[in-house]
């Protein structure tokens, strides 16, 4: 045991240095290990970013989708107006009455028919304001009226989109004429190519 003492004194300089530098190389591995343990940190974090990122996008293309396949839906199932002068049972022309057709894929709801004037008394009484296919209500209006302000027929689809049909009645011909569809409101985000179709 004597002889291990001896040679530690006589090689304690020696260990020093080496335990110094043992020392070193451990801090500076600890360094490295440390910026290794960063850098993946780093990735990672970036890595779950991306991926939140990925997930947003994904989530509002869901959005997207969904509305469109909803818009669609309410497109084909749309109510389509023919207005025509309306007729006796023997076919004969009833002066100051029109016909009211709903002949389109789906029921017409919250359906008025108003004088474009907005002046008093602008809404015409309609016998319902619920219209399913192939169905057609009779209405009475002021011929001269209806010539100089036009109408506007305003309804509802089963999905809640609001229109408006705006056109003027030609009472000599007895028809509509200069009809035109306007979008009123819609809670569907629609696609803009399909929007300039309206």
Do not use: C
């Not at 947003?56 to 109510?79: E, G, H, M, N």
């Not at 008093?120 to 010539?147: C, K, P, Q």
Request: overall charge neutral; hydrophobic content about 45%; charged content about 20%.
């Amino acid at each position: 045991m004597q002889e291990f003492w001896d040679w530690l004194r006589y090689n304690s300089a020696q260990l020093q240095t080496f335990g110094g530098l043992a020392q070193a190389i451990g801090s500076i591995a600890a360094v490295v290990i440390a910026a290794l343990l960063a850098w993946v940190a780093k990735r990672q974090a970036n890595a779950a970013d991306q991926q939140a990122t990925a997930a947003v996008t994904q989530a509002r293309a869901a959005r997207v989708q969904i509305s469109t396949s909803l818009f669609i839906a309410d497109k084909q199932v749309s109510p389509n107006f023919s207005i025509t002068a309306a007729t006796s049972r023997d076919n004969v022309i009833v002066k100051g009455k029109i016909s009211i057709l709903n002949n389109g894929s789906g029921a017409a709801q919250d359906v008025g028919l108003t004088y474009r004037d907005s002046s008093l008394n602008s809404d015409i009484a309609l016998s319902s304001s619920t219209l399913v296919v192939r169905d057609s209500i009779g209405v009475l209006i002021d011929e001269a009226r209806a010539r100089s302000s036009g109408l506007m027929l305003q309804y509802s689809t089963i999905y809640g989109t609001k229109y408006a049909l705006d056109f003027e009645w030609d009472s000599s011909a007895s028809r509509s004429i200069n009809e035109r569809l306007r979008l009123v409101h819609s809670r569907f985000n629609i696609p803009v190519d399909q929007a300039d179709e309206l």
